[in-house]
């Protein structure tokens, strides 16, 4: 299996632009995590979803934030409009549903950078 | 909500000796506990984990403890390695009164260097 896929790696926008960020999770795999690591935050968890419903979203700081899972095998994490503060890396987790569901793999992470 | 400390920050080891990392968690309901190791530059990666059906849990050099009376868990390394060397971040699953949900809630992560 190739793991967690996010696209792209890295992103450098202006502030006040959209961007969208982009996760594959593991085929299978029931649990869609998005996060977000900061040197002062941490890994905080942003929103998830199980099987593509949207289940906890009380990380996502503000309106300007939003994420869609509109299939199995495809999610979007949107910021519109974009500030310095957002820049972070954003990794993507999945888990899969049963007695194993407790383990989340991550992906690679999308360095955010906004001038 | 649940909480997770973790200590020390910072951890200096020299190469073959060992080291613990210690977490703490609020929610006595929590009932699974993972340690990640994070590399620079890298993603995080699930090195071992527990449940809270298990007092310890061991694969090779690494092993992790739990004492669910006093509400925290350790990670200990042996025969350290200089590949050893990254962050760790202990997470702890969160429950909910509603029933079980699937949420870690993370530490604050302890860079651990190993000194060759």
């Known amino acids: 299996d190739a793991g967690v896929i996010q696209s792209p790696r890295h992103e450098v926008t202006e502030m006040g632009q959209e961007v969208t960020l982009r996760c594959k999770p593991i085929s299978g795999h029931d649990y869609l995590f998005w996060y977000r690591q900061t040197m002062m935050r941490g890994l905080e968890l942003l929103i998830y979803f199980n099987n593509n419903v949207p289940i906890d979203d009380s990380g996502m700081p503000e309106d300007r934030f939003s994420a869609k899972m509109p299939n199995a095998s495809f999610s979007t994490l949107k910021i519109q409009p974009s500030e310095p503060r957002d820049s972070a890396v954003y990794f993507c987790?999945?888990?899969?549903?049963?007695?194993?569901?407790?383990?989340?793999?991550f992906g690679p992470g999308t360095r955010l950078t906004v001038t | 909500g649940e909480n997770v400390e973790q200590h020390p920050s910072t951890l200096s080891v020299q190469e073959g000796d060992s080291a613990v990392i210690k977490c703490t968690y609020s929610?006595?309901?929590?009932?699974?506990f993972p340690w990640y190791k994070q590399e620079l530059g890298k993603r995080p990666q699930l090195i071992i984990d527990i449940r809270s059906n298990v007092g310890e849990k061991k694969d090779q050099r690494i092993a992790v403890t739990l004492n669910k009376t006093a509400k925290h868990f350790s990670l200990h390394i042996t025969e350290t390695q200089p590949e050893d060397s990254a962050v760790y971040f202990c997470?702890?699953?969160?429950?909910?009164?509603?029933?079980?949900?699937?949420?870690?809630?993370f530490g604050t992560g302890t860079l651990l260097a190993v000194q060759p």
């Open positions: 987790a999945s888990s899969p549903q049963g007695p194993h569901s407790y383990e989340q793999y």
């Open positions: 997470a702890a699953r969160t429950m909910n009164y509603g029933g079980a949900t699937n949420k870690l809630i």
């Open positions: 929610d006595s309901a929590s009932n699974y």
